[in-house]
């Protein structure tokens, strides 16, 4: 079993794109293939048109209210062709992994004991370098990075390469990456110039196909539907046959190295945070770290509801409860944000809290001040 990621922290690079049509051409040349979609923005599965109630992140959080193995999620799109579907509430899954363990192991783990046969599991990755796409580096024996003929589009790629080889050295895990060129556009000469600079920079790590600027790839995903089903003749699907076979070639992959040992594991999570931290630095805007808390002991749930999340009552807004304590970090602009506690379903401002304001509801909203 092939187990390979399609990851590049850019977004419009064509990596849900790849996914979706790269996933349905294999399955066309009679391999079974799963489609994990890592991405919170469940841009995959809603691409595929899936309703899901349970997601990837039932497989991946050890708190979920339901929890279930990860052929409990797993929906199939069509002939040899299954998708274990996404939803926003993955996004929680970083802070939910913060501080444990082999926290960037945890696909790896779950896939290793997968007993289910697949040819083939490809892994759309969301669109940053964070634990999700960690993970999926982690458990992949290669990664697929979709890159536009374009300046920018190239631009992040060594910071994806550096994590990539960090993973090989820290965990002894070989993982092999290759270059693919994806909406070219063969009416521009620039996008000539810019095929040639990809060939210098990447010229043993590029894959002979490339993927061509076609409306048909567009029109199939607000569909719902892969290429494959809305247009096998078109140019898109001509092209993503064409890598399907060519990765088919590929197919004597070696097997996946040994787990690494606790103390190398430790050593490559103490590497990876600082490499991490390091990236963020250089790339985010500075937000500031702000812990709000409520003494509730007897509650059963509580949410953090405020101008900061658009007043939602969602997975991304329930506290985590700490001997009697429930606690919520965010990350904020310097600013002014309203806010209020949802304790077992009833609405109370903040006790610890001596800034107020009157709402139109006539009642109070705590005032949270956030500077520098």
Known sequence: MRIISIANQKGGCGKTTTSINLAAALASN??????????????????????????????LSK??????PLEGIIQNVGENFDIAPSSIVL????????????RESRLWDILKDFKAHYDYILIDCPPNLG???????????EIIIPVEASRFSLEGVTQLTSIV??????????????????????????SFKMLNRIKTDYKNKMFSNIIHVNVKL????????????????????????????????QENAPLTAP??????????????????KDILKENLPKLNEVTLSVKAPDAKEVYLAGEFNNWKLDENSRMEQANGCWIKCLNLNTGKYRY??????????????????????????SLLEVKK
């Open 30 to 59: 009679n391999r079974k293939v799963l489609l994990i979609d890592l991405d919170p923005q469940a841009h995959a599965t809603s691409g595929l048109n899936i309703k899901a109630e349970l997601s990837i992140y039932n497989v």
């Open 91 to 102: 996004s929680t899954i970083e802070q939910e992994l913060s501080g444990e363990i082999g």
């Open 218 to 249: 567009k029109e199939a995903q607000n569909e719902g539907l892969h290429v494959f089903t809305y247009d096998k003749y078109c140019r898109g699907a001509k092209d993503y046959f064409s890598l399907s076979r060519e990765i088919i070639t």
């Open 165 to 190: 080889n960090l993973v090989t050295e820290r965990l002894n895990h070989k993982v092999e990456f290759r270059i693919l060129v994806t909406n070219f556009d063969s009416r521009l000469q620039h």
């Open 340 to 365: 209020r506690f949802v304790i077992d379903g009833n609405w109370v401002e903040d006790p610890a809290n001596p800034l107020t304001q009157l709402n139109t509801y006539g009642t109070l909203d």
């Open 63 to 68: 708190i979920a209210h339901k929890k279930t």
């Open 259 to 276: 787990s690494p040992s606790k103390d190398a594991l430790k050593t490559f999570e103490k590497t990876l945070e600082k490499r991490m």
């Open 131 to 141: 634990i999700l796409t960690i993970n999926a580096i982690r458990a992949s024996s």
